[in-house]
Each structure stands twice: as structure tokens, then as C-alpha cells.
């Protein structure tokens, strides 16, 4: 066996013991697992011992796949803790959050690159449209703990990471169009091409998976009590499948995963509701087909991606971290940085919740935890392979890089002191009242 290999499966071993035996002391201290993978990608780098050499450019397509991974394993993950019902008066603040504040903030932030950052408009629109969306994959610490969490702020951020990247897509679309580096037939042609129907066909087919193969799996169950177990392989192929069929038939994939998984979790709760209204034999509760099976195997399948979303997660941060040098350091970063975190992520809330304004103490958690991750990263690298200018591509690497990596130090500190002191400041629960 090489030398470099034994070198790397030494680090990659360490590195996951590592993680392990960390995990409860950070959990105590005002610090992310997230930022502690960035530390170590950094310190592997080529700033620092030199073992992770990863060329944005010249890797941009492994780069493209393993941030799609995570974000799919990510958006299914979403999908499965939302079991609030729709008609819930949260899922109103989530839509504000994923449709409202996402399109105030790319145009915010692209008025802000061209003005002040000097970019051309196609490029100011793709460095918004890469940046303005937050990320489900690194935002962990603010999202709900479990499917019975019903905390408004936590149910909120979750549900608009869940969304808002597959609504930033047609933006990112929009602005490759504007530099001429995929053919387009107009404005017209994109938002219907790109937005009208891609949108409802991702939706539909996506919640049209999650259900039919949901029903199959357990149907297959109660015939067959030996058909047991390999959810893991139902949570991946429910994935691929919704994915793959939105993307045949022109859908939105990142928004028919997510909703392939809130239709997984809606059909396990009106299984469970209505096995509880009929009166169940004893022998058949103690079976393997008793009617709590549904929630056995969504709790399989959401143990299962999250576990396979947290080691994507490990990598892509390790790998942002081996990616940033010092150099990127620039006023143009900080800038960009200082102004989404600071003035266009706040402003952009506190606007859409004007007409039907938060409690405060909700309002500002949410108008602060705009976390940007692993989903910038894809956008980036797709837009890299998909024509972008090299020079182009350079201006938006030093730039959103940093603003990761910056979303990772400050959200990522930030994040258990200030949910401490709000869950400990509630004076009473944030359930809102179904509507």
C-alpha cells in the first residue's frame, strides 16, 4: 500500500473518531461541528499541510456532483421532518420566507454587485442568485429537531431551506441567459420555461412519488410480514425516483425531492390518524404489519439520509475549507458578506412580514439566521459547467467562497447561545393555532 493512501485513510479515520468524540463538547460550547470541518479542510489545504489540492475550475464537475448529493439528502430530509398539515397558519410564514424574502434579497443583492461591486448585470444577478438562498445542509442548529418539533422559528428556517433553493434555480437560469451562455428565447421563454412550469410539474411529480411508492412499500408490508427492513434503500430510491422523473419531464428537481419527502411524512400521518380511529386486535398491534408501521419506516428512513446527509456534509465542508486561501480575503468578500448578512437578509424579512408582522423575539432569529452553505457551492459549480467565463467564474469563486465561509464562522457561533436564550425566554409555546 502507497505512502499517500495510508496517509489518508490514517486522516479520514482519525477525523470521523474525531468528530465523535468532539460532538458532545462542542454541542456545549458556542460553536458548530460545521465550523470545526471548515477549520480542518483549511488546515489540510494547501495553506496548510498541503494534502487536499482541489481546483475550483479545474474540479468543477466533482465538484457539481457531491454538492448535489448533499443537497438532495438534505432537501428529502426537509421533506420528512415537515409534519405539520398544510393547511397550518407556519406554513404561511415559510412560504413568506422561501418566495418573499428570497426574491427581495437577489434583488437587492444584485443591485448591490453592480453598483457597488462594479460586476456586470448578468453577473451581479448570478453571484445574487447563488448567494441570497440558504442552505437545509448546514443549518442543522436551527432547524427542527424532529419530526414533532413545532417550534415556529425552527419549523420556518427548515421549511424555507427546503424550498427556497429549488425557487432560486430559475434565477440562476435567468442569469446564465443574460450572459449568453445558454440559449434563450426571451424573458418570456424563461419565466414560462424556467419558473411557471418547471415549478408545479417539480411539485407534483414529486409528491406524486413520495405518495404512490410510500403506499406500494407499506402496502407490501401488511401482505408480506417477512418484507421488512431495507428502508435505507426506500429512502434512496424514493429520492432518485422523484429526481430523476422531474427532471424527464423539465420539473424542478430540488423542489420535487423536498416534496417527495413532505408527501412520504403526510401519508405516514394519515395512516397513523386513521389506524387510530378503528379498533386494532392486540395480536395485530404486537405484529410486524401493526398500524404504527408507517412510522417505523419513516423513522428508519429519516435515521438513515440524515446520517448519509451528515457525512456529505463532513466532505463538502472540508473541502470548502481546502479551497479558500488567504488572497480571498478581499474588500469585494467582506463587502458581500457584511452587507447580505447585515442590511439584505434583515431588511428583506422584516419587509415581507410587515402586512402581518412576527412577535419580535421570533422576527429577529429569523431575520439573522440566514445560513449559506453547500447549496452556493452547487449553483456555482453548475453555473462553472454550464459556459460561464473562466474570468467571470473567478470574479464569483473569490467571492462566494468567503461568504460561505463566513456564514459557517459567524451563524455557526452565533447559532446555540442565541436559540439557548430564546428557548429559555419563551413564555409560552410557539404553536400557532391551526387554521
Known amino acids: 500500500m502507497h505512502t499517500d493512501s495510508?496517509?489518508?485513510?490514517?486522516?479520514?479515520?482519525?477525523?470521523?473518531v474525531l468528530i465523535v468524540l468532539l460532538q458532545s463538547v462542542i454541542k456545549r460550547l458556542p460553536v458548530?461541528?460545521?465550523?470545526?470541518y471548515l477549520l480542518i479542510g483549511i488546515a489540510l489545504g494547501p495553506h496548510g499541510v498541503g494534502l487536499l489540492r482541489i481546483d475550483p475550475l479545474e474540479d468543477s464537475?466533482?465538484?457539481?456532483m457531491v454538492a448535489e448529493a448533499a443537497m438532495l439528502l438534505s432537501l428529502f430530509s426537509v421533506g420528512l421532518k415537515m409534519r405539520l398539515p398544510l393547511r397550518h397558519g407556519d406554513w404561511a410564514v415559510a412560504l413568506r420566507l422561501a418566495i418573499g424574502a428570497l426574491v427581495l434579497t437577489i434583488l437587492s443583492m444584485t443591485g448591490f454587485a453592480k453598483l457597488v461591486l462594479g460586476l456586470p448585470l448578468a453577473a451581479a444577478l448570478l453571484l445574487a442568485a447563488i448567494i441570497s438562498p440558504t442552505d437545509p445542509v448546514l443549518a442543522s442548529d436551527v432547524q427542527l429537531r424532529d419530526p414533532g418539533d413545532r417550534d415556529r422559528v425552527r419549523f420556518g428556517l427548515t421549511a424555507e431551506g427546503g424550498l427556497n433553493d429549488g425557487i432560486a434555480?430559475?434565477?440562476?437560469?435567468?442569469?446564465?441567459?443574460?450572459s449568453g451562455t445558454q440559449t434563450s428565447q426571451g424573458t418570456l421563454s424563461w419565466v414560462g420555461w424556467e419558473l411557471?412550469?418547471?415549478?408545479?410539474?417539480?411539485?407534483?411529480?414529486?409528491?406524486?412519488?413520495?405518495?404512490?411508492?410510500?403506499?406500494?412499500?407499506?402496502?407490501?408490508?401488511?401482505?408480506?410480514?417477512?418484507?421488512?427492513?431495507l428502508d435505507e434503500f426506500l429512502a434512496l430510491g424514493v429520492l432518485g425516483v422523484a429526481y430523476g422523473t422531474a427532471l424527464?419531464?423539465?420539473?424542478?428537481?430540488?423542489?420535487?425531492?423536498?416534496?417527495a419527502g413532505l408527501a412520504l411524512r403526510r401519508f405516514e400521518v394519515r395512516e397513523v390518524e386513521e389506524t387510530a380511529q378503528q379498533s386494532v386486535p392486540l395480536s395485530e398491534i404486537e405484529s410486524s404489519a401493526a398500524p404504527e408501521a408507517p412510522a417505523r419506516m419513516m423513522r428508519s428512513m429519516l435515521t438513515f439520509n440524515e446520517q448519509l446527509e451528515h457525512i456529505f456534509e463532513v466532505g463538502v465542508v472540508l473541502i470548502i475549507?481546502?479551497?479558500?486561501?488567504?488572497s480571498d480575503l478581499t474588500w469585494t468578500a467582506l463587502a458581500a458578506a457584511g452587507a447580505l448578512f447585515v442590511v439584505v437578509r434583515p431588511l428583506s424579512v422584516l419587509i415581507t412580514f410587515a402586512a402581518r408582522p412576527l412577535p419580535r423575539s421570533q422576527l429577529r432569529l429569523i431575520a439573522w439566521f440566514g445560513i449559506r452553505g453547500v447549496g452556493s457551492l452547487y449553483y456555482l459549480m453548475y453555473a462553472v459547467n454550464h459556459g460561464l467565463a473562466h474570468e467571470i467564474g473567478r470574479q464569483l469563486i473569490v467571492i462566494?467562497?468567503?461568504?460561505v465561509a463566513a456564514s459557517i464562522v459567524v451563524h455557526g457561533i452565533s447559532a446555540t447561545p442565541l436559540m439557548t436564550h430564546y428557548a429559555r425566554t419563551r413564555r409560552r409555546p410557539l404553536e400557532s393555532t391551526e387554521r
Open 6 to 16: 495510508s496517509i489518508w485513510y490514517l486522516l479520514v479515520g482519525g477525523l470521523l
Open 32 to 36: 458548530s461541528l460545521a465550523l470545526l
Open 61 to 64: 464537475r466533482m465538484l457539481e
Open 169 to 178: 434555480f430559475p434565477f440562476v437560469i435567468l442569469a446564465l441567459a443574460l
Open 196 to 229: 411557471l412550469l418547471p415549478v408545479p410539474i417539480g411539485i407534483a411529480s414529486g409528491s406524486a412519488c413520495g405518495y404512490l411508492m410510500g403506499k406500494l412499500a407499506l402496502h407490501r408490508r401488511r401482505q408480506d410480514q417477512t418484507n421488512i427492513g
Open 248 to 259: 424527464l419531464l423539465h420539473g424542478n428537481g430540488f423542489l420535487a425531492v423536498f416534496a
Open 321 to 326: 475549507g481546502a479551497m479558500l486561501s488567504p
Open 400 to 403: 462566494v467562497l468567503p461568504v
